[in-house]
């Protein structure tokens, strides 16, 4: 049932924010000619994926874990981006595909082996990834693998259509920050 959520709404958000993302390729093209950013993710049973994101970084920043990449990597229409959640609308293509749903654990990198390690111990990789979930919406991010582990594990066993919706809500009202960058020095 969830997926068929999935599906209608991502659809639904494309179709609807597609003005919206025209615009954002658009100033992202001219201040970088790069707007969009695409990153190698783990996704369900550890296949990996292709993550879809706007690109809200200089290019040429490292490819790590966002807690570890430094604030002054962002540039000034990402600071805005990601505040705003703007940068994650391309993430409708990944659950247009299947590879990610609106509520899951957030996709990690390969290198975040730590994590993937917890994943497993707690049955996390079983499920799709998500664009939002508890963790995220707690401010829980993948610096705490453990505790994100077993954040994501309860999440995973208390989801139902109304958490479904509920998680949807809170991040679109403004909870939830994701990973946090590196404070400039």
């Known amino acids: 049932m969830i997926r068929i959520f999935d599906f209608l709404i991502a659809l ?77 609308i391309p993430q409708l293509l990944n659950v247009l595909k299947g590879e990610m749903s609106f509520v899951g654990p957030r996709p990690c990198l390969p290198i975040q082996t730590e994590l993937i390690k917890f994943r ?12 939002t979930g508890l963790a ?12 994100l582990a077993k954040t994501e594990h309860k999440m995973i066993q208390e989801l139902n259509l109304k958490n479904y919706f509920w998680f949807i ?4 009202i403004g909870s939830g920050f994701g990973d946090r960058v590196k404070k400039k020095n």
Do not use: W
Not at 120 to 131: A, Y
Not at 169 to 172: A, G, K, S
């Open 12 to 88: 639904f958000g494309i179709i609807i924010l597609m003005p919206l993302m025209m615009v954002i390729f658009f100033i992202l093209y001219l201040e970088n000619k790069s707007p969009f950013f695409f990153q190698e993710r783990i996704g369900k049973n550890l296949k990996n994926f292709t993550l879809i994101k706007f690109r809200t970084m200089r290019k040429g920043t490292e490819n790590c874990a966002t807690h570890l990449v430094d604030a002054s990597r962002i540039t000034n229409l990402g600071s805005f981006l990601r505040r705003t959640k703007l940068d994650e």
């Open 120 to 131: 497993k111990e707690f049955n996390v990789h079983l499920s799709l990834p998500g664009i």
């Open 136 to 147: 995220q919406v707690r401010g829980i991010d993948m610096s705490q693998p453990l505790l």
């Open 169 to 172: 809500f809170v991040t679109m």
